[in-house]
């Protein structure tokens, strides 16, 4: 009886070692025997409305996103993946009316387009538009919370674009 639950047991510990179930929890869904590297091209400023920092902002996060997410590496050229595009826009709006007929939120909106080539699978290439939308209450000046509401919006598209590229959601 007792060499039985000895074997049994080596048997349960052969078992659970010789399986394994892999979980990724930042979402992507990358092959890496074909996939290794990724180009991300400076996305310029090309909207009416222009803040400077605004394309560094952008920038360091989409680089950072596909580092700290992916094994990929990034190249200046020739990548398997191939991130460019532009900021499009840059606008606000005034989004709601106060009791004395003045606006009292303004809505702030940032447009991203991206065109994304996947040189190992042709059929995943795209051009696309990704934005996002914050408030303000009217009664703030812009400048002196835009830096805070633009990182909020290119963390929102960045990971937009992140999980049209390759979480494949």
Known sequence: MELRNNLLFMVLCLALVSCSVSYKFNGA??????????QIDNFPIRSAYVWAPMQSIFQNKITDLYSSQTRLRQVRKNGDLQLS??????????????????SSQVQLKMTVNVRFVNNAKHSEDFERQFSAT????????LVSVQEELVTQMVKDIAEQIFNATVANW
């Not at 869904?29 to 990724?38: E, F, L, N």
């Not at 595009?85 to 003045?102: A, H, L, M, R, V």
């Open 134 to 141: 914050t408030e303000y209450d009217s009664s703030q000046q």
């Open 29 to 38: 869904s990358i092959d890496y025997t074909k996939t290794k590297t990724i």
């Open 85 to 102: 595009g532009e900021i499009t826009g840059f606008d606000q709006y005034n989004k709601g009316i106060s009791s004395e007929g003045y």
